[in-house]
């Protein structure tokens, strides 16, 4: 394909009859309009092939750092960043984007190494840096990760010796700060060690990285074995690998757990990387990766328990994708919580028993499994739209406090201290 194209550069363009001149307009770098079957690429340099473009009748195609890109000409003038567009100050448009013209095209266009000129029917003037829009292209965009991960099982966990963060350091400085957010983007996971065994000492904790999200359960809560809610959590029984609230419209990013106290034998906590299970049915069942992340589920809570009472449903898939790349970046996954599948027609259903089985083995295997053993003074912040969590059996006495987090206001603060998020 490229060789055809790049043909068209030693040929010299010949002229058409009146009537082929409505297709694809092509600008050289004189600015003269050139019909369609004359078109051929157009360099920044006659000796450079660096960057290439041409036009075609509803979008300009570029070619530039081994990207070639497509830009729709309606796109091209809503994100022009001069300053009567966009506010520069602000970072917000102001253009009234329902008043470009559906049908507008470039009166020219030019490029030189760096950037794109293109000038608009009514002489307004719009540059894009090259490297700009390669990064905000849909095929740039291809090509990225949105949140770098390092997907791991127990021996990759493990063998990456991924440190706690003290909590004096957390809490008092940047860098602190900055470790243990790395360490949590990175892995789902992070620990702050040396914290007070007091709900109070919790929060403070917690609130370091994020507002604090207040649900059906409160702000900070306890948690024992004295079933006061109506969920499976509240006794001594084992607990499978799940994410929480699922019934949420938008299940809560980051959960926090602090063992304030435990006289008794059991209980360690387990995490499992649900991305990393995920990959691995990418890999051997790619069909059943994307049943998985296009059947709606439902799921439910139901609860009457003294004066609480309440009936919660969420929906969406099992598996959470960004539709540009793939990118897996939010897994619901609780068996005790789903709810009646009726989204779908019976012979789908079946095929997701067979994918939801796949994946369920997956986050089974022993080797998935980190079991984690909570003490006081210990502080776990989890990524609830990845690990999933579960508990061993316990008996004795056994206190937790935690809270949920706004998964915004922990990705702005990594933001704000340099890191991708």
Avoid at 184 to 205: H, S
């Amino acid at each position: 394909m490229w060789c055809r194209r790049l043909a068209g550069l030693f040929q010299v363009p010949c002229r058409l009859s009146r009537s082929t001149r409505h297709r694809s307009l092509w600008l050289p770098h004189d600015r003269r309009t050139v019909p369609a079957a004359a078109a051929r690429w157009h360099h920044t340099a006659p000796e450079s092939l660096k960057c290439a473009w041409q036009l075609h009748g509803d979008h300009l195609e570029l070619r530039y750092a081994n990207t070639l890109m497509r830009f729709d000409f309606v796109w091209l003038r809503d994100h022009c960043r001069s300053a009567s567009c966009y506010n520069a100050k602000t970072n917000q448009r102001s253009l009234d984007t329902a008043s470009v013209d559906l049908a507008i095209k470039p009166k020219a266009v030019r490029v030189d190494e760096t950037t794109l000129f293109l000038t608009w029917p009514d002489g307004h003037v719009t540059r894009y840096g090259l490297e700009w829009l390669v990064k905000n292209s849909y095929e740039g965009q291809k090509q990225q990760v949105m949140h770098p991960r390092i997907l791991w099982n127990t021996e990759i966990y493990r063998q990456a010796q991924v440190p706690s963060v003290d909590c004096q350091s957390f809490l008092e400085t940047d860098e602190g700060l900055k470790e243990f957010l790395q360490n949590f983007l990175l892995y789902g996971i992070a620990f702050v060690e040396n914290v007070a065994p007091t709900k109070e000492d919790t929060q403070i904790v917690a609130e370091r990285v994020s507002l604090i999200r207040e649900t059906i359960y409160g702000r900070m809560w306890y948690f024992t074995s004295d079933f006061s809610r109506g969920d499976t959590a509240y006794t001594k029984l084992a607990l499978d690998r799940h994410t929480d609230t699922t019934y949420f419209q938008e299940p809560c990013g980051i959960q926090v757990f602090h063992c304030l106290k435990h006289e008794g034998t059991g209980g360690r906590t387990l995490l499992v990387d649900g991305f990393y299970a995920a990959e691995q049915v990418l890999r051997q069942a790619p069909d059943q990766f994307e049943l998985l992340s296009k059947v709606p589920l439902k799921h439910e809570y139901v609860e009457n328990v003294g004066d609480c009472h309440n009936h919660m449903i969420g929906v969406g898939p099992v598996l959470n994708v960004y539709p540009w790349n793939n990118e897996l970046y939010l897994i619901r996954y609780n068996n005790y919580d789903r709810a009646v599948i009726n989204t779908v027609p019976y012979d789908v259903v079946h095929r997701w028993y067979a994918a939801h089985r796949t994946l369920t083995a997956e986050l089974r295997r022993p080797e998935n499994e980190l079991w984690v053993k909570l003490k006081p003074g210990k502080a776990l912040f989890i990524d609830n739209w990845r690990v999933l969590h579960g508990r061993e059996a316990f008996t004795g006495y056994r206190q937790l406090c935690g809270c949920y987090l706004t998964r915004d206001d922990v990705l702005n603060t990594a933001r704000l201290l340099g890191l991708q998020a």
